[in-house]
């Protein structure tokens, strides 16, 4: 299903490293919710967090842009860009960076989904203004499924 | 901040957490100034949590640069037009 995105809220999705499996997973299927509510999906990534999502849904049922993730924080701190909702995947100290900067630079209702073998560990160094789903998944998507569910507009 | 690899550096840390980052800067630095993340250093945008603690030693920047796989690296490097940009702003200490 394309959705037009000149005029329809759009959504980031800020995957970080995909080294825990459910990152892949619950992405595609946040994109599928996410478009279920006319909300535009956006992926940025790393290369490898990319290609996953790209590998996993070929014809982009599901997904729609991706871009690096690099360039989509030079362009939301240039001002170029920004969005209406911003879901960042944290998993690592380094999930927790990308977070914190998204609060600084972006207007977006920032959401934090943290997940892992740490992820109340994690959780607990997010001390800036941010919505957090953190539940303890590594293999198992669904408890964060149902979490993301109670939080999505 | 693909940026970085353009400049010459020096690792200081690895491993850390970003706040144990922030942390060494302040311990370690007597000049350090804190910036909003996303503020433009070395042709890059800064990532990191709510403030960005950036060191100056000499004609030295020690600043966090963070890699989404391996976490918060702290870097030093030469940068005397970025520490003018730096002092140029509110000083804090």
Wanted: net charge negative; charged share 25%.
């Amino acid at each position: 299903m394309a959705i037009d995105t000149r005029d329809t809220p759009t959504a980031l999705l800020l995957l970080g490293c995909p080294q825990v499996p459910v990152q892949t997973s619950v992405a595609v299927h946040l994109c599928d919710q996410l478009r279920e509510r006319g909300i535009a999906p956006v992926i940025a990534g790393t290369g490898a967090a990319r290609r996953l999502i790209e590998v996993a849904d070929p014809k982009r049922h599901y997904i729609g842009e991706v871009i690096d993730l690099d360039l989509c924080i030079d362009q939301i701190a240039e001002k170029q860009r920004d969005f209406d909702l911003a879901f960042v995947f944290i998993h690592n100290d380094g999930g927790v960076s990308y977070a914190g900067t998204l609060s600084a630079i972006s207007k977006a209702r920032l959401v934090g989904i943290v997940y892992g073998e740490h992820a109340d560990e994690t959780a607990a160094t997010i001390t800036f203004p941010c919505e957090v789903v953190a539940v303890k998944a590594t293999h198992n998507p669904m408890p964060l499924v149902v979490r993301l569910g109670k939080v999505l507009p | 901040m693909s940026c970085i690899d353009q400049i010459e550096y020096e690792i200081l840390l690895q491993g850390a957490s970003f706040r144990e980052s922030a942390e060494y800067i302040r311990s370690h630095f007597s000049e350090w100034h804190e910036v909003e993340p996303g503020y433009l250093l070395f042709g890059a945008h800064l990532i990191g949590v709510p403030p960005v603690v950036l060191g100056i030693e000499g004609e030295d920047v020690i600043f966090p640069y963070t890699k989404p796989c391996r976490g918060t690296f702290l870097l030093r490097a030469r940068g005397p037009d970025e520490i003018a940009r730096l002092r140029a702003r509110k000083k804090k200490r």
